[in-house]
């Protein structure tokens, strides 16, 4: 059981590159999100899927786009990288249960510098 | 517009000492409450986490105290250990079938022995 897995670990990219952030749970979530962590700033969510097949915007998803390819991967799409997008970025999957407690499982990370 | 407001932005506590980390949020809406805990080079792991229903939730050395009426909660480490060193999240969501969590800027937390 490897929770959620990211790759890369690491990425430099020009500015301009495109590149595909790969996430993945063997936890059977139906919930995965994807998050930005910049220094004071906290964690931002990108985009989320509730579910297999549906994707929406969190709180800044501007420069990404997301696919849900099954219930276990969602992945992450820079089409054309930005100095602005250098960041930690963390896919999670969400568990919840009956009683109402909930937790969100995060991958250990890419890091991405866009030059 | 920060939604939840998180401080110090920095701590550091004496081992054995009492960590206190600050959190005030705006939305009436938000009904979950959880920590996050984060040490270098690894994603957060939930820590502990309260529904606004009661007022303290504890765990271990960890405790949650929550107040409604002025929208603040706050994080208590108890006896505080060098392995707690670590960056502390607060976030809150308004829970439901998506569970958007906002998050706070962050408590860099340094015990020294």
């Known amino acids: 059981n490897a929770g959620v897995t990211q790759t890369p670990k690491f990425q430099v990219l020009k500015t301009g590159q495109s590149m595909t952030l790969q996430c993945a749970q063997d936890?059977?979530?139906?919930?995965m999100y994807w998050y930005r962590q910049d220094p004071g700033m906290g964690l931002r969510l990108i985009y989320y899927?509730?579910?297999?097949?549906?994707?929406d915007k969190g709180e800044v998803p501007n420069g990404y786009n997301v696919s849900r390819l099954n219930k276990r991967e969602f992945s992450l799409r820079l089409e054309s990288a930005a100095p602005s997008q250098t960041s930690v970025y963390f896919c999670a999957s969400r568990y919840r249960t009956g009683m109402g407690r909930e937790t969100q499982y995060f991958g250990p990370g890419t890091r991405l510098l866009v030059l | 517009q920060q939604q939840v407001k998180q401080s110090p932005q920095s701590l550091i506590v004496q081992k054995g000492g009492i960590s206190i980390i600050n959190c005030a949020y705006e939305?009436?809406?938000?009904?979950?409450f959880p920590w996050y805990q984060q040490f270098p080079g690894k994603g957060p792991a939930l820590l502990i986490a309260?529904?606004?229903?009661?007022s303290e939730k504890k765990e271990g050395r960890f405790t949650i105290s929550f107040n409604k009426s002025a929208k603040q909660f706050s994080l208590h480490i108890m006896d505080s250990q060098p392995g707690d060193s670590a960056t502390y999240f607060c976030?809150?969501?308004?829970?439901?079938?998506?569970?958007?969590?906002?998050f706070g800027t962050g408590t860099l937390l340094a015990v020294q022995p």
């Open positions: 936890m059977n979530h139906n919930s």
């Open positions: 976030a809150a969501s308004r829970g439901g079938a998506t569970n958007k969590l906002i």
């Open positions: 899927s509730a579910s297999e097949g549906t994707t």
């Open positions: 309260i529904r606004p229903d009661v």
């Open positions: 939305n009436t809406a938000f009904d979950y």
